[in-house]
């Protein structure tokens, strides 16, 4: 399947749209998977899905085919999402973290009704997760989500985030020390 997209990418670049339309529906939803969990809001990974599609079209030249599509693409998108986030930190650096609203990350609908207790407890979680991940800096949020989210191998994070071994390993484990620290007090509330 792989060589069959490389092929396309092949054919994308030398002006066939019709091949690059197939490689946007076939990568489109998990680009846009990926962006909203590192951006949080649907907007931006739309933007962020937009950019990576454009940014894909002006560099196939560069694609090596010794590489898979949906790897590269996931770089470009991690890049795009990472330029965004910069960019919102210069703009809304006196904006507060704890502006969050409920209902912007993704989350499950139980089959039943939960108990209120419950909802709240989970709009909770939800509030503390996302403020953490905001927290973060943009390399280990890309590097935790790709980890835990995308299920990504060190070796695809390191590959998409431009990263040695180490560093994209690190980059993952400070994440989660962070999460982890940042959602302590619902685990042990005496703390």
Avoid at 8 to 29: C, I, K, N, Y
Avoid at 146 to 160: K, M, N
Wanted: include cysteine; charge should be positive; proline fraction near 3%.
């Amino acid at each position: 399947m792989e060589a069959t997209q490389a092929a396309a990418v092949a054919r994308a670049t030398a002006g066939e749209h019709d091949d690059f339309r197939t490689l946007v529906e076939r990568h489109g939803r998990n680009v846009f998977r990926l962006a909203f969990r590192l951006t949080g809001n649907e907007h931006d990974a739309e933007e962020v899905v937009q950019e990576t599609f454009l940014r894909a079209y002006r560099g196939f030249r560069r694609f090596e085919a010794r590489s898979q599509v949906g790897t590269w693409l996931h770089r470009i998108a991690v890049n795009c999402a990472m330029d965004l986030l910069r960019a919102r930190q210069r703009d809304e650096k006196a904006e507060s973290l704890d502006a969050f609203e409920p209902g912007q990350a993704p989350h499950q609908v139980a089959d039943r009704a939960p108990d209120p207790e419950r909802l709240l407890y989970s709009a909770e979680v939800e509030r503390r997760v996302a403020n953490a991940l905001r927290r973060l800096t943009p390399t280990e949020r890309a590097a935790f989500v790709l980890r835990h989210f995308e299920g990504a191998s060190i070796e695809e994070i390191r590959h998409a985030l431009g990263l040695g071994e180490a560093a994209a390993k690190h980059s993952v484990f400070r994440a989660v020390q962070k999460l982890r620290a940042a959602l302590q007090t619902l685990v042990d509330p005496m703390r």
